[in-house]
């Protein structure tokens, strides 16, 4: 059975332009979450999808957006970047939602995204 | 104050030492996550609790809910298990029924031979 599938894992990016992360789950996992990992603030929390709704969001500005498709599979976007961006950005899949989500947790290996 | 309190932030130990990682809370939770991180990134839950005590070869989990308070131990120490261990806490919001994770700033462990 796959993991979760994170793409591209590294990038390079210059401070205004965009960044576009893919994150496929585990086959029949419909509930997909986001995380940015920093050296300064450690992980935090961005969005949780399910059934192509975005369930929460954390405390970040509106240049980070996300989307999840009919496939579970989803995406999270970054416009107007900024050197504080740079992050290893973390996808994880489970099974359920909510309270309802009793299940474990399958990270991907992440995308690391250096902002210059 | 942060939500998720680890201790100790680094713990140094030698091949075949009990460890213990502390965790405290301050928020309601639907469950509570072990997590380990070795260098390069990749994150492998190791337990979810939401009561009592669950073991899984040499790591035992436990959590007291009335205390806000999770424990993981590991028996007889390896140097593989050197990694960092971070606490993560499951809260859920009824209003969208969707969840959220927050973080603890994780224990460096390093198991000398």
């Known amino acids: 059975k796959a993991g979760v599938t994170q793409t591209p894992r590294y990038l390079i990016k210059t401070r205004g332009q965009q960044v576009t992360l893919s994150c496929s789950p585990i086959?029949?996992?419909?509930?997909v979450s986001w995380y940015q990992q920093t050296p300064g603030q450690g992980l935090q929390f961005l969005f949780e999808?399910?059934?192509?709704?975005?369930?929460n969001k954390g405390n970040f500005p509106g240049r980070f957006s996300g989307r999840q498709f009919s496939n579970s599979r989803s995406e999270m976007n970054v416009s107007t970047l900024e050197l504080g961006d740079s992050a290893l950005y973390l996808c994880?899949?489970?099974?359920?939602?909510?309270?309802?989500?009793?299940?474990?947790?399958?990270f991907g290996e992440g995308s690391r995204l250096t902002v210059l | 104050k942060n939500e998720v309190e680890q201790s100790p932030q680094n713990l140094t130990a030698q091949e075949g030492e009990f460890i213990t990682i502390n965790c405290s809370y301050s928020?309601?939770?639907?469950?509570l996550h072990w997590l380990q991180q070795h260098p390069g990134g990749g994150i492998v839950s190791l337990f979810m609790?939401?009561?009592g005590k669950k073991k899984h070869g040499r790591l035992i989990a436990t959590i007291n809910i009335q205390e806000k308070h999770s424990s993981l131990h590991i028996t007889a120490s390896h140097p593989r298990d050197s990694a960092v261990y971070i606490c993560?806490?499951?809260?859920?919001?009824?209003?969208?029924?969707?969840?959220?994770?927050?973080f603890g700033e994780g224990t460096q462990l390093t198991v000398n031979p």
């Open positions: 086959s029949g996992h419909r509930s």
């Open positions: 994880a899949s489970s099974l359920g939602l909510g309270a309802a989500n009793t299940g474990e947790l399958f």
């Open positions: 609790l939401s009561s």
């Open positions: 993560a806490v499951r809260s859920h919001s009824w209003e969208t029924s969707g969840s959220r994770l927050t």
């Open positions: 999808y399910f059934s192509e709704t975005q369930r």
């Open positions: 928020v309601g939770i639907s469950a």
